[in-house]
């Protein structure tokens, strides 16, 4: 939008075209005195303060001279390099409520999917064996989410009237009704000693790189079950196949994996008690996100905090 022949201030966005332009229309509404141009019609680098992406497109960012804020159009970051982004500009993830609705549906669908054996008895039915398996009560199956963000608290939410016995790991000591809460590296192993069904909702950072692995599934019951839906770097899938051909896990659900899309020939596609869905665990809704990017900047036009802001030395 130009006023008296001046270009007030830019957003450059990136990503999906399709939400570009209503993202572009919305914006128009909302904030008049901000252009959006979407990739790859840039004008002036000068004009731009925001920038809107999932990943960043390599020397981008050099070439923009007045950034003000990096918005990730997901709720994790890990996807774009931060070390390419100066330390003035601040960083913000996404936080809006579709996203963690998606979450907490996935998450519910595939806990009682393992607590009910759904896929044991969808193998049993390819087998035509009319078998019964012994019901567990839900106040028996122990429930661990990894992750006690935005994510990891609307699973909690979702999976609470069943009645699960839930648990949940974060980095620092949090307090969750019904929940019992383990925090920091020791608490991990306590935590993982008594899950029988992991849901891992971590952000991927360099401490929790690989944190699905050997150690930590060994230090889980035996039998226990994973549901990955934070993100594909977590898993060691060497150890995931080890640990479920021993019999050491039963079960596990990847929503993540270590290569996306996974590759047509890679094991974890075929192994018997591996499911695997193709990162859609939560999907970024357009009208959603475009709502609370439009939140953000008011704010910080404002001069109010946004929310959001990620913290580079924790690395979400
Ligand atoms: P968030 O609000 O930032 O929460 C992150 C949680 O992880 C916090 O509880 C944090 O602990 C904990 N954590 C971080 N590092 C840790 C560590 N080293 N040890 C123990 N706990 C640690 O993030 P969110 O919005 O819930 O999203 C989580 C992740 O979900 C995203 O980063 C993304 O990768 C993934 N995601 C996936 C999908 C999908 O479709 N599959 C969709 C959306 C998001 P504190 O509470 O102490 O800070
Ligand atoms: C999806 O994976 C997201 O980070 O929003």
């Not at 509404?29 to 925001?50: C, H, K, M, Q, S």
């Not at 390599?58 to 070439?63: A, D, H, R, S």
């Not at 549906?105 to 035509?128: G, P």
Request: aromatic content about 6%.
């Amino acid at each position: 939008m130009r006023l008296r022949g001046r270009v007030l201030m830019a957003l450059y966005y990136t990503a999906a075209p399709e939400r570009g332009r209503i993202w572009k229309s919305m914006i128009a509404n909302a904030l008049p005195d901000l252009e959006v141009r979407l990739a790859p019609e840039i004008g002036d680098p000068a004009d731009i303060r925001f920038l809107a992406a999932w990943t960043l497109p390599p020397g981008l960012i050099e070439t923009l001279p007045n950034l003000e804020v990096l918005f990730s159009l997901g709720a994790g970051v890990d996807q774009l390099d931060l070390s390419q982004v100066p330390d003035h500009v601040t960083i913000v993830r996404l936080i809006e409520p579709n996203l963690a609705d998606g979450m907490a549906e996935y998450v519910a669908m595939m806990v009682l999917a393992l607590h009910r054996d759904l896929y044991a008895y969808a193998d049993r039915q390819r087998q035509r064996l009319w078998q019964p398996l012994p019901q567990v009560p839900a106040r028996d199956r122990r429930v661990g989410v990894a992750g006690l963000g935005e994510m990891g608290r609307a699973a909690l939410a979702a999976l609470r009237p069943f009645g699960f016995a839930l648990s949940g790991w974060s980095r620092s000591p949090r307090d969750l009704p019904g929940v019992t809460c383990f925090h920091g590296p020791d608490g991990l192993r306590d935590f993982a000693a008594q899950t029988d069904i992991l849901v891992n909702l971590l952000p991927l950072t360099p401490e929790t790189r690989r944190i699905l692995g050997a150690e930590l599934f060994g230090r889980m019951p035996r039998d226990a079950a994973i549901v990955s839906a934070g993100r594909g770097g977590h898993l060691d899938a060497p150890a995931l196949v080890a640990a479920l051909d021993s019999g050491q896990l039963s079960r596990a659900i990847l929503d993540v994996t270590p290569v996306e899309p996974l590759p047509t020939d890679d094991p974890l596609w075929t192994h018997p008690r591996i499911v695997v869905t193709p990162h859609v665990a939560a999907a970024t809704d357009i009208d959603g996100s475009g709502k609370a990017v439009i939140a953000n900047l008011r704010r910080h036009l404002a001069g109010e905090p946004m929310v959001g802001i990620v913290e580079r030395d924790r690395g979400y």
